[in-house]
């Protein structure tokens, strides 16, 4: 393993963030105990930073919200050297003034998903605090990577739905009604299992659309959402830029580091 490539900082994109960097990056084949991830990770440059790249629906769309393997993933990260994630995204939007092409930067999660594998701890007594569900030093960095093309928001509240379909009018209300900002399919369990593993995480959120409840008409569509990520996805790409550049340090921060000093024995070795 000492011999393979090493990162210390991920990007997992979304959907139709399928690549990050040109044919000079090293693609790495990783197994876990958990079987294989979305896609082989591609390791390359930003700023002179060694970056880890994996799709997380895979390289063509593949995999749903609700089928990506999430624990293989975040596993095959960590045994790669890393400790810091930024996790770029599509959501709909919950409120009208956020509206598409706007960048939020969340700061909490509420789990609405069903039946999906969203711990590393089969067995064992073990529990970790998620009060703040997103790494506050990379949350920093994210937000200072504004970039004019798109508006940013520092703050939100993303609550996570099982898909693959979209939310009803009804659901839709019932979410902006608790006040929460932006809806989304795959922030749960990758932000968890992240905390599990002591690896820092932050979600950086692309609205593509106002959510069903906040206007008439058809509703929201697969189309839509793709057509309108791929408008921003240059300027998008040029923030998760800017963003990894902004991260200070390589590993992981005392805030995300929470076994440490604990004295909680984990049922397996961290990779």
């Known amino acids: 393993m000492s011999s393979d490539p090493r990162a210390t900082l991920a990007i997992i994109g979304g959907s139709g963030?399928?690549?990050?960097?040109?044919?000079?990056?090293?693609?790495?084949?990783?197994?876990?105990?958990?079987?294989?991830?979305?896609?082989?990770?591609?390791?390359?440059?930003?700023?002179?930073?060694?970056?880890?790249?994996?799709?997380?629906?895979?390289?063509?769309?593949?995999?749903?919200?609700?089928?990506?393997?999430?624990?293989?993933?975040?596993?095959?990260?960590?045994?790669?050297g890393v400790r810091r994630i930024f996790g770029p995204c599509a959501v709909g939007s919950l409120r009208a003034d956020w509206g598409p092409g706007t960048v939020a930067v969340p700061d909490q999660l509420v789990d609405r998903t069903s039946g999906r594998e969203q711990t590393f701890f089969d067995a064992g007594g073990v529990h970790v605090a998620f009060a703040d569900p997103y790494c506050a030093e990379l949350r920093t960095a994210?937000?200072?990577?504004?970039?004019?093309?798109?508006?940013?928001?520092d703050h939100g509240t993303m609550v996570v739905v099982q898909g693959p379909r979209f939310s009803t009018r009804a659901e839709s209300r019932w979410f902006a009604g608790q006040g929460w900002e932006l809806v989304n399919m795959t922030g749960h369990p990758e932000a968890v299992l992240a905390r599990e593993l002591e690896m820092c995480y932050s979600?950086?959120?692309?609205?593509?659309?106002?959510?069903?409840?906040?206007?008439?008409?058809?509703?929201?569509?697969?189309?839509?959402?793709?057509?309108?990520?791929?408008?921003?996805?240059?300027?998008?790409?040029?923030?998760?830029?800017?963003?990894?550049?902004?991260?200070?340090?390589?590993?992981?921060?005392?805030h995300c580091r929470v076994h440490s000093g604990t004295g909680v024995k984990l049922p397996f070795e961290l990779p």
């Open 203 to 254: 979600a950086i959120a692309l609205i593509t659309d106002l959510d069903a409840g906040l206007e008439s008409g058809h509703g929201v569509s697969a189309a839509d959402v793709f057509a309108e990520f791929e408008r921003n996805l240059r300027p998008f790409k040029a923030l998760v830029r800017g963003a990894v550049a902004a991260v200070e340090g390589d590993d992981t921060c005392e």
């Open 142 to 153: 994210a937000i200072s990577a504004a970039v004019p093309e798109l508006r940013l928001e």
């Open 17 to 80: 963030f399928y690549d990050f960097f040109g044919d000079d990056a090293t693609t790495v084949e990783v197994e876990t105990p958990y079987g294989a991830p979305s896609a082989p990770i591609t390791i390359g440059e930003v700023e002179g930073r060694s970056v880890a790249f994996l799709p997380r629906h895979g390289r063509k769309h593949e995999y749903s919200p609700h089928t990506v393997p999430y624990r293989a993933n975040m596993w095959a990260l960590r045994s790669l």
